[in-house]
């Protein structure tokens, strides 16, 4: 079992507020990564993280950022919430030590919803 | 660049019977390839994956699947499915020299009485 968590699960919010979405794991993962992932697609890579100090933005662009001050934690901040980023996001965590393949272990989601 | 497609957006089938769920995918270099699932309102769980090689390949739960590379397939089985496995199965795919997965859209496995 990961242990990999994410807070809030669920988050209703109006438009223009500021969010952050939480992802801690317990595992000592180096990489760490944020999906958007909406009904019936697939999951599309936003940010990702190789370790401390380190972010990169994914295949699918988005309007949010992230920070990696910590090595188990790996916030998602948007700075003023739009109807558009109504989404469930999911944070993922793999260890970069050794080989690839690279064996993702995922969180529960944080599904958000912006009025 | 690499690809996957889910050929079934959806999957009925009833209790007990055999399911498979098919995955096919594009690169041109070796891949590793993953199956996850997805309960509801959950995130996702590693059922099995391929890094070399039988091609067949046993996971969790009773699953497994079987790499064919000149099909460029990995599709996912199970003999005797449950109420339980009702849930979303994606498939993913690495390519050999990084680290990134990409996804497919996904199967809905629906299995009734």
């Known amino acids: 079992e990961a242990d990999i968590y994410q807070t809030p699960r669920y988050l209703v919010i109006g438009t223009g507020k500021k969010i952050t979405l939480e992802c801690s794991q317990t595992?000592?993962?180096?990489?760490m990564y944020w999906y958007q992932q909406d009904p019936g697609m697939e999951l599309h890579l936003i940010h990702y993280?190789?370790?401390?100090?380190?972010?990169e933005k994914g295949d699918l662009s988005s309007e949010s950022t992230v920070s990696r001050i910590r090595t188990e934690h790996f916030p998602l901040t948007l700075e003023s919430a739009r109807p558009s980023h109504t989404s469930q996001y999911l944070c993922?965590?793999?260890?970069?030590?050794?080989?690839?393949?690279?064996?993702?272990?995922f969180g529960p989601g944080t599904r958000l919803t912006v009025l | 660049a690499q690809s996957v497609t889910q050929l079934d957006s959806q999957v009925p089938v009833f209790e007990e019977a055999p399911v498979e769920l098919r995955c096919n995918y594009s690169?041109?270099?070796?891949?590793?390839l993953f199956w996850y699932v997805q309960y509801p309102n959950q995130g996702l769980q590693l059922l099995l994956k391929?890094?070399?090689?039988?091609?067949l390949v046993k996971g969790i739960n009773g699953f497994e699947a079987e790499f064919n590379k000149s099909q460029t397939s990995f599709h996912l089985r199970k003999p005797s499915v449950h109420i339980s496995d009702t849930a979303e199965y994606f498939c993913?795919?690495?390519?050999?020299?990084?680290?990134?997965?990409?996804f497919g859209k996904g199967t809905s496995l629906l299995v009734t009485p």
């Open positions: 993922a965590s793999s260890d970069l030590r050794g080989l690839p393949p690279n064996t993702q272990y």
């Open positions: 595992m000592g993962h180096d990489k």
């Open positions: 993280s190789y370790g401390v100090n380190s972010t």
């Open positions: 690169s041109s270099v070796s891949v590793y």
């Open positions: 391929y890094l070399s090689g039988s091609t």
């Open positions: 993913a795919v690495s390519e050999n020299s990084g680290y990134a997965l990409n």
